[in-house]
């Protein structure tokens, strides 16, 4: 059974300081990594994309990846309370399964003003 | 900014009936994707759709699921007989290109009495 996990948390971080979420994945033949981010009631969000090795990022959000690991983690720096939801690891499976997308059970933020 | 748009936004049906969820994809996307996620519990894959057929499917999309693109815009969930564990949020998604970032609808939400 290929799985994606995360901590569930919550997580709370006061506003400002840097929010660290993980991710660990089993297919090691897995190819594209997703972060979502989902408030409430609401669909998710797509935030990073990577398919590399190494560290992606966009304005106050990085994405790293390690396919040896088989770890990616998303970094929120100057963290604001509408960060405030819960983060969701996506994996693109491997192989012929290439259309597939898993989802981990998301890690909730808090940010605390 | 283009986006997935799905209706209707909330669906209330009897046990055993049919129901159709409709979505349109980002025009210049290729691959579709309907998920679901039950109340409180991770998104889940349900099957992936290119060049008018199903690429990938995972096991809780059985022979009560079809899916189907009937134009050039819209794609096309249909459940044949509702079950009470079948209420949950469905999500449609595309993506322009397999493997990529895949992008959501805002969901409908299905209660099956």
């Known amino acids: 059974q290929k799985e994606v996990e995360q901590n569930s948390g919550p997580l709370s971080v006061p506003e400002g300081a840097i929010a660290s979420l993980n991710c660990t994945y089993s297919d090691r033949g897995s190819q594209s990594f997703f972060w979502y981010r989902q408030y409430s009631g609401k669909s998710p969000e797509l935030i990073m994309f990577?398919?590399?090795?190494g560290d992606k990022e966009d304005g106050r959000f990085t994405a790293q990846l390690n396919k040896a690991s088989q770890y990616v983690s998303l970094l929120i720096r100057d963290s604001q309370p509408s960060d405030s939801a819960t983060y969701l690891c996506?994996?693109?499976?491997?192989?012929?399964?290439?259309?597939?997308?898993?989802f981990g059970p998301g890690t909730s933020l808090s940010v605390i003003p | 900014e283009p986006e997935v748009t799905q209706t209707p936004s909330h669906q209330v049906t009897q046990m055993g009936q049919e129901v159709i969820l409709r979505c349109v994809p980002i025009?210049?996307?290729?691959?579709f994707y309907w998920y679901r996620q039950i109340l409180g519990q991770k998104v889940e894959f349900l099957v992936s759709?290119?060049?008018?057929?199903?690429?990938?499917k995972s096991e809780i999309f059985d022979d009560q699921f079809s899916v189907e693109r009937p134009d050039g815009s819209n794609f096309t969930l249909k459940i044949r007989s509702t079950k009470l564990e079948d209420s949950a949020m469905y999500f449609c998604?595309?993506?322009?290109?397999?493997?990529?970032?895949?992008?959501f609808g805002p969901g409908t939400r299905l209660t099956v009495l």
């Open positions: 998604a595309s993506s322009e290109a397999k493997r990529n970032e895949q992008f």
């Open positions: 996506a994996v693109n499976m491997g192989g012929t399964s290439y259309d597939k997308v898993i």
């Open positions: 025009s210049n996307h290729l691959y």
């Open positions: 990577i398919y590399s090795n």
């Open positions: 759709f290119y060049n008018n057929e199903i690429s990938e």
